[in-house]
């Protein structure tokens, strides 16, 4: 089955009882049963649900793997994984991430005796300078977020197979449909569902994708004991989202190419940050694991003045100045003070997040409305 057909059957059936070819939403918490533990494959919801179940077996067919498990969150998806581990483990992280995922990772989990290290993956085989014996975890984000750096996937696998270590990959920014770390050897992909996945800025969700069968069942295991998972309303709102990703992401892909480029020969602008140039570092391994460089950007301006940036984004008209991406309305944030404030502002500028840096997630509109709406805030300076 092809991607495009994987998106609007994969995993579905049409409901049994009625025809309907919908999944529908299964709003029950329990479930009948004829003599203590003979049921119909549900017992309680929080263990399973029919609508999440089909939502999960979409997500795993999506990224190629075995096994699709669902959370109220992404950072509830990330929990899990931390859960695997034990006090004295260590972890390999990209230094570029979701500031979420940095706070979850310091600010949390350092609680319990794992340590961390953030460290440049662009070089993938840097990652093995870091690893000792207590090495449990490589986590990567690729596209990184908000640098959009570009991770070699398989040259981290190799070095995670090499030293028998869990490999787990964001793939949030791609999306299914423009990447597949299984296929390059990761052993968990993980999703903000929230973003590409769901598609219209209406739900919060998460997931996991394993194709390893001990693996997933300790993942399952977690799910069920710490009950972090979605409803069976936001299960069926992603089903639905879901349906159109190939072509939204294709308009993702379209318009953000014309955005970077146009923002690149803007004279207010000092950097731009998208994987799709060709002197962006590690263009050529973009190019050989994604199918197209996506709608998510970043740039800079000159000066770098975060009075400018503030101004910019509280300027634009069809960019929303807003938390999140993926959705099919553009947004802009300021990842300094929004999406990235939890880490110190040392390590930010590291990274190359300053104060002037402003991240897009190019939506679907018109492209010469949004190349407008840009310039007309840039002109503001």
């Known amino acids: 089955m092809k991607f495009n057909t994987k998106v609007i059957h994969a995993g579905l059936e049409p409901d049994p009882t009625t025809g309907a070819i919908m999944t529908p939403i299964y709003q029950t918490s329990t479930y009948v049963q004829k003599s203590p533990g003979d049921?119909?494959?549900f017992e309680y919801s929080r263990t399973g649900n029919p609508t999440r179940s089909a939502l999960e077996a979409n997500l795993a067919a999506l990224e190629n793997a075995k096994y699709g498990l669902c959370f109220g969150s992404g950072l509830a998806a990330i929990d899990a994984v931390m859960k695997l581990l034990k006090p004295g483990d260590e972890v390999v992280s990209t230094n570029d991430l979701y500031g979420g995922t940095y706070r979850i990772f310091t600010k949390v989990f350092e609680n319990y005796g794992i340590k961390f290290h953030f460290i440049g993956m662009e070089n993938a085989h840097k990652i093995e300078e870091y690893i000792n014996s207590n090495t449990k975890l490589i986590w990567v984000e690729t596209p990184t977020n908000p640098m959009l750096n570009i991770i070699d996937i398989e040259a981290a696998s190799a070095i995670s197979k090499?030293?028998?270590?869990?490999?787990?990959?964001?793939?949030?920014f791609a999306s299914p449909y423009l990447?597949?770390?299984?296929?390059m050897g990761a052993d968990i992909v993980m999703h903000s569902v929230t973003k590409y996945l769901g598609g219209h800025s209406d739900v919060v969700m998460g997931a996991l994708m394993v194709s390893d069968e001990a693996l997933a069942e300790r993942l399952f295991f977690i799910q069920n004991s710490c009950g972090a998972v979605p409803g069976p309303m936001d299960s069926f709102l992603v089903l639905r989202g879901i349906k159109t990703l190939h072509l939204r992401i294709q308009r993702h892909c379209e318009n953000g190419k014309e955005i970077a480029h146009f923002l690149k020969g803007h004279p207010k602008v000092e950097n731009v940050y998208w994987p799709g140039?060709?002197?962006?570092?590690?263009?050529?391994?973009?190019?050989?694991q994604m199918k197209d460089f996506g709608g998510m950007l970043s740039f800079s301006l000159k000066g770098n003045k975060i009075e400018d940036a503030f101004k910019v984004v509280s300027s634009t008209h069809y960019f929303t100045l807003a938390e999140s991406l993926g959705g099919v309305e553009s947004l802009c944030g300021h990842p300094a003070s929004m999406t990235h404030a939890a880490i110190p502002k040392e390590e930010r500028e590291k990274t190359g997040v300053v104060d002037s840096l402003i991240r897009l997630s190019v939506g679907v509109e018109d492209i010469e409305d949004l190349k407008a709406d840009l310039d007309q805030a840039l002109n503001q300076l």
């Open 179 to 183: 990447q597949n770390p299984m296929d």
């Open 277 to 288: 140039f060709e002197d962006h570092p590690n263009h050529d391994i973009a190019k050989k």
């Open 39 to 41: 049921h119909k494959g």
């Open 162 to 172: 090499k030293h028998n270590l869990i490999l787990g990959v964001d793939n949030t």
